[in-house]
């Protein structure tokens, strides 16, 4: 079994430090501390120590990662247990000591894309992260994350994606200066859920409009960070996407978001009066038990509003049909993927970050902000709970 205790080597050498340089080394030696006691937190995780044989183990050792953390001692220089093989669906290793960490270098990060935006000085900056991160930063400090920021969040939308179940696709508008007049940008989204059930932000660009050309570069860009393994693609009936979703994902299937699908109808009812008739009626399709009884209803509806309502029955029978591919999924699926509402949540999150600038004042500056606010929701969704099981039938 593990360890429970920090073995005297390391206490000595702790121990040692102190003694021969007294405070001034305290960052070192809370590096060797907080390293030896991460790894014993690994152990205990797995339940066995590395190389360790035992019953109750539940994965195994997996090297480590290179990591620094601001602190009130200065910055240390960590070593991240890893671990691997744990079970589907299993949450992932994370030292809780690193967790505050975490969450203070991302609002660093944030705060400083943000105050990038309204041009907020180094002086401001650096009393709003004090009072965000719990420790002082300097102006120096500020300019160096400054810096780096926007490699690390190009780095961020490069990174490799894998094996994704559903991808979930959606755009929002800001507004942006450009070449001095006001223009709606578009900020073009991707989601996916995993076969570990987890929801993944897979990524985001900046575009002048949803034009095909701007969404196929975005699903190139998705294919060639090795996106694979789709089996359902949830997005609204735009047109510009719709090409580009034929061209870049041909042959997968398409679910056309029920929620736009009631907004749309809306345009084919003749009479105010019928509305909520046919919202009715197109519910009853959508809350059918399985595909054989939604397109009976479908049939039956077509058929009802034929004679008098030609225009608003050949819509339906034309486009519902479109809005039905997601009974060929399991039934726990279909309630979270035949609506954009998963992207629709993350739009609304977004927009309480950006609605504060207004005006951007460049594309860059939009693509900085989104993207920072991205990263932090998207650490909280694959380390959080699992959206759904993926062994459903």
Aim: glycine share 6%.
């Amino acid at each position: 079994m593990a360890h429970h205790e920090l073995d005297s080597t390391t206490m000595s050498g702790v121990l040692k430090l102190l003694s021969e340089n007294g405070l001034d080394q305290i960052g070192s030696a809370l590096e060797i501390l907080l390293n030896a006691a991460m790894r014993l937190e690994r152990d205990e995780f797995l339940k066995a120590a590395p190389y360790e044989r035992s019953e109750q183990r539940r994965g195994h050792a997996n090297g480590f990662k290179t990591k620094q953390l601001l602190t009130r001692n200065g910055r240390l220089e960590l070593s991240i247990p890893q671990a691997r093989g744990l079970e589907p669906g299993a949450e992932p290793f994370y030292p809780k000591a690193l967790e505050r960490g975490v969450r203070s270098e991302r609002a660093l990060k944030v705060a400083i894309a943000e105050m990038y935006v309204q041009g907020v000085s180094t002086r401001k900056v650096m009393a709003v992260t004090e009072e965000l991160c719990g420790f002082e930063v300097s102006s120096a400090q500020v300019s160096r994350a400054a810096k780096s920021l926007d490699d690390e969040l190009e780095a961020w939308r490069s990174r490799p994606i894998g094996e994704i179940r559903y991808l979930i696709l959606d755009a929002r508008y800001e507004k942006v200066r450009i070449d001095g007049t006001v223009r709606d940008v578009a900020v073009l989204i991707g989601i996916g859920v995993g076969p570990d059930g987890r929801r993944r932000i897979l990524g985001v660009s900046v575009s002048l409009s949803e034009a095909e050309v701007h969404w196929r570069q975005f699903l190139a860009s998705l294919n060639g960070r090795g996106m694979r393994g789709i089996r359902l693609v949830v997005s609204d009936d735009h047109a510009g996407l719709k090409a580009a979703r034929q061209a870049e994902l041909a042959g997968v299937p398409w679910q056309r978001c029920q929620f736009h699908l009631q907004r749309n109808v809306v345009a084919f009812v003749p009479q105010l009066a019928m509305r909520k008739e046919v919202a009715a009626a197109l519910r009853s399709i959508f809350n059918a038990p399985d595909r054989a009884e939604a397109d009976r209803r479908l049939k039956t509806i077509v058929a009802a509003y034929a004679g008098r309502h030609p225009k608003l029955a050949e819509w339906i029978d034309a486009s519902i049909v479109e809005g039905l591919t997601i009974f060929a999924f399991p039934e726990a699926h279909r309630r979270l993927l035949r609506t954009l509402n998963l992207l629709e949540a993350l739009h609304k999150e977004v927009k309480r970050r950006t609605r504060v600038a207004t005006l951007f004042p460049n594309e860059a500056s939009l693509l900085r902000l989104v993207s920072a606010v991205l990263i932090e929701i998207g650490d909280d969704w694959e380390t959080g709970r699992v959206y759904t099981a993926m062994d459903e039938k």
